[in-house]
């Protein structure tokens, strides 16, 4: 694990061993997610953060224990980026309302 600013990151054997996968599945959901993309250093090597791993763990809930396809999960994902961005404009106009009273 490394410090990346003020984020922990972890090399991508790291995050495999984290999430008990070999590095080349991270390696082939980086092509078929657009969403995962981990920091590269200047020689290249893939430092996941934190947001990363919990991104992995989602995508490997939903092919492993919910057997979506790929594309399934995809669209799962999505789903759930719209639903939170939803909440997120909700909770934001919620407060809007309340100091305008």
Do not use: C, N
Request: net charge positive; glycine share 8%; charged share 35%.
């Amino acid at each position: 694990m490394t410090e990346l600013g003020k984020y922990k990151t972890y090399k991508i054997g790291q995050a495999a061993k984290i999430l008990d996968l070999k590095p080349y599945v991270l390696r082939f959901w980086e092509s078929e997610f657009e969403r995962l993309k981990p920091v590269r250093t200047a020689s290249g090597q893939r430092l996941y953060t934190d947001e990363h791993i919990k991104l992995l763990r989602k995508i490997k809930r939903l092919l492993y224990a919910e057997g979506l396809t790929i594309e399934g999960a995809r669209k799962r994902l999505d789903e759930d980026g719209r639903s939170d961005f939803l909440r997120q404009v909700y909770d934001e106009l919620s407060g809007i309302r309340d100091l305008l009273g």
